[in-house]
């Protein structure tokens, strides 16, 4: 069984384009989180939402928008794709200090 | 500005030995760390954890000592086997924060 899942695991679009990256945890936190690891390995958060409200936001451009249906789900939409938004984005979901992180969505923009 | 440090990108250790992976914080109010492992093509992986009360914890082949003087933190895996070789994240928050910066990441081998 899949603690953190994400999908789809690759996506490879163009410039401009709209994407969503879907995230699902079956572990009945009340935390989750969108982390990008770029081309230099650093991971970094992005948003958290707790219970469905945002809590954190990091300085992310505003074509990223996360949407919460609700406590086991945490979906990131990209409008209009960059070359620059290409790398492995990651969710992963908490009820404490520690945090568990789905396999990663690879996103190549052309 | 890189809060938390880990300056090997990688590390090579006989199979058998101890591996001894180490990390630097800049900020004081971190209250927690973690240890995170990765396998290629897959999402980290929690590994152990210490609070900032303790100055050791330990976990099977795992142990993982904090030095709050120092600012510093290091894993220690013994024996180290095969299936340790991966990169590991060394992480820190404020607990209150809710927020985890990691470090980027030390790839570990282990020889044969």
């Known amino acids: 069984d899949t603690a953190v899942s994400q999908t789809p695991k690759y996506l490879v679009t163009q410039m401009g384009n709209d994407k969503s990256i879907k995230c699902e945890q079956n572990?009945?936190?009340?935390?989750m989180y969108w982390y990008k690891q770029d081309s230099k390995k650093f991971l970094k958060i992005m948003f958290s939402?707790?219970?469905?409200?945002?809590?954190i936001n990091e300085t992310v451009p505003n074509r990223f928008s996360p949407k919460s249906p609700d406590k086991a789900h945490l979906n990131l939409h990209i409008n209009s794709l960059e070359l620059g938004d290409s790398a492995v984005y990651f969710c992963?979901?908490?009820?404490?200090?520690?945090?568990?992180f789905g396999p990663g969505t690879r996103l190549l923009v052309l | 500005d890189q809060q938390v440090k880990q300056n090997s990108p990688s590390l090579s250790v006989q199979e058998g030995r101890i591996s001894i992976l180490n990390c630097d914080y800049t900020n004081s109010m971190f209250d927690y760390f973690l240890w995170y492992k990765k396998y290629p093509a897959e999402g980290p992986t929690f590994l152990i954890s210490?609070?900032?009360?303790?100055d050791k914890n330990e976990d099977g082949r795992f142990t993982v000592f904090l030095n709050k003087s120092a600012k510093h933190l290091s894993l220690h895996i013994v024996p180290s086997q095969p299936g340790d070789s991966a990169v590991y994240f060394c992480a820190a928050s404020v607990v209150l924060d809710d927020k985890i910066i990691f470090g980027k990441g030390t790839r570990l081998h282990i020889l044969p």
């Open positions: 210490i609070s900032s009360i303790k």
């Open positions: 992963a979901s908490s009820r404490t200090e520690t945090q568990y």
């Open positions: 939402y707790n219970n469905k409200e945002l809590i």
């Open positions: 572990l009945g936190h009340d935390t």
